[in-house]
């Protein structure tokens, strides 16, 4: 059996801005607290990600965490402008911009390199006195960076945060207008890619859950008898018809492919055998490793991408672009090519002492491999790969899809969510026998 436990995070919010926090789009993801999971729930996984495809190659098939489970577990705003803006490495700008948003600024000891650390934040959080509109949008602020970097986009250092954010939460009016999931989620594919031993992204850590973790490996991607439909509030439905877009995933310097042409099943649709891998080129492995004052979303690298986020609409899935053919044949292809890497026994890590010397041997590993690596600002934990995926997807809303795989059928079902035991519970305990 395995147990996972969701406890709540210590950066609380004023119950007195609530309404505020609905507002940026980020109340839901403020329910969450930071979950403690055993290693190997989350090992199976990161074991079975493909770089290459940006997905997980399971028995039944390809499957991927995808903006659907972001809005379902994050409830985190999904259409909108891509989190991407110019990245200034200069302590007068950050300086500038903390005085212009908060009234105060840090002093470069409370600094790291081109990161606020967050005991400053606390504290201005904290000193804040609620009683005016300024002052409870500028706490909003600083629980917004706070939950950024410790539950969302969180690497393994925990104890600063890049400034790059700061100028997307100047017009509190505008917070809301980005998409902060699509970000989220990007930063997950980054951490699958470099398969990291110390914050595993609660996007993997809550996926697992619900699906589980076993050496047969049974996909459920919400489990139909386990909750409420009511649970999940109306509004994370909004713009749902993006879920299931094969586009880019764009974070500032990080941009991650949105396979969902490869598990197409996962959305409701036939699936057939995928298009060639898309190659991200000179996008994908970037890292703020060095200064770089550079505008990501009209860098040369990076503005097709960009651009071909904002045109989400024209390439989400639908029945018109799919296989006519049955799933064997998409099942045939997929053992073919994958076949000698699908065998699950060996890599389950037994729960027991066997088994975190296991683990411990892992994170050696990782340990010794980062110490040949540069320090990066904005993400020092993860090593990237490169990768590649592709399948062109013609226009057509194909309206809310919702999916239920299982290991015998791989056919669509209506679900409820587990997921919104996330927004909604704040202390539960996930089993998965």
């Known amino acids: 059996m395995l147990t996972c436990d969701h406890s709540v995070s210590s950066d609380r919010y004023d119950d007195r801005v609530e309404e505020h926090l609905h507002f940026t789009g980020f109340y839901h993801a403020s329910q969450i607290g930071i979950v403690q999971c055993q290693k190997a729930l989350v090992y199976t996984l990161v074991k079975r990600w493909h770089p290459d495809t940006h997905t997980f190659h399971l028995l039944i098939g390809e499957c991927a965490v995808t903006l659907e489970d972001v809005a379902m577990i994050l409830g985190l705003p999904m ?5 991407t803006r110019m990245t200034i490495s200069s302590v007068e700008a950050l300086e500038a911009e903390c005085l212009h948003q908060f009234g105060a600024a840090p002093r470069m000891s409370e600094c790291r390199g081109s990161g606020i650390k967050l005991t400053w934040l606390r504290d201005l959080k904290e000193r804040l ?22 539950i969302l986009l969180g690497d393994k250092s925990g104890s600063s945060v890049h400034w790059k954010f ?9 917070i809301a207008q980005f998409s902060w999931g699509s970000a989220c989620l990007a930063h997950l594919y980054r951490a699958l890619c470099r398969a990291s031993r110390f914050d595993y992204p609660i996007l993997l850590i809550n996926k697992a859950i619900l699906g589980g973790a076993t050496g047969s490996f049974v996909w459920v991607a919400y489990s139909v008898d386990r909750v ?19 586009v880019p995933l764009v974070s500032f310097e ?3 492919w949105h396979a969902t042409d490869r598990c197409r099943r996962q959305f409701g649709f036939v699936q057939g055998v995928p298009h060639q891998e898309r190659n991200l080129d000179k996008a994908h492995g970037e890292v703020l490793t060095d200064p770089k004052n550079l505008n990501w979303a009209t860098a040369t690298s990076h503005s097709f991408w960009v651009m071909q986020w904002t045109n989400m609409y024209n390439h989400v899935l639908t029945e018109d672009d799919g296989p006519q053919h049955p799933l064997d044949i998409y099942m045939h292809w997929y053992r073919k090519k994958y076949g000698n890497c699908l065998n699950l026994s060996d890599l389950v890590v037994q729960e027991d002492d066997e088994g975190d010397q296991g683990m411990d041997d892992v994170d050696q590993e990782n340990e010794e491999a980062e110490e040949q ?61």
């Open 79 to 83: 259409d909108g402008l891509p989190v």
């Open 129 to 150: 006195q609620l009683t005016d509109e300024e002052n409870k949008q500028r706490h909003v602020k600083c629980h917004i960076i706070l939950l950024l970097d410790t």
């Open 166 to 174: 700061l100028p997307l939460l100047r017009d509190f009016g505008s």
């Open 228 to 246: 409420d439909p009511d649970i999940i509030p109306a509004d994370i439905y909004m713009h749902s018809v993006v879920w299931s877009a094969t």
């Open 254 to 256: 990080c941009i991650e």
């Open 373 to 433: 690596e540069p320090n990066s600002l904005a993400d020092p934990v993860f090593d990237l790969h490169n990768m590649q995926t592709h399948a062109d997807t013609e226009s057509g809303p194909p309206g809310t899809h919702h999916s239920h795989i299982s290991a015998d059928e791989g056919q669509r079902h209506t679900p409820t969510h587990l997921a919104s035991y996330a927004l909604q519970r704040p202390h539960f305990a996930c089993r998965s026998n």
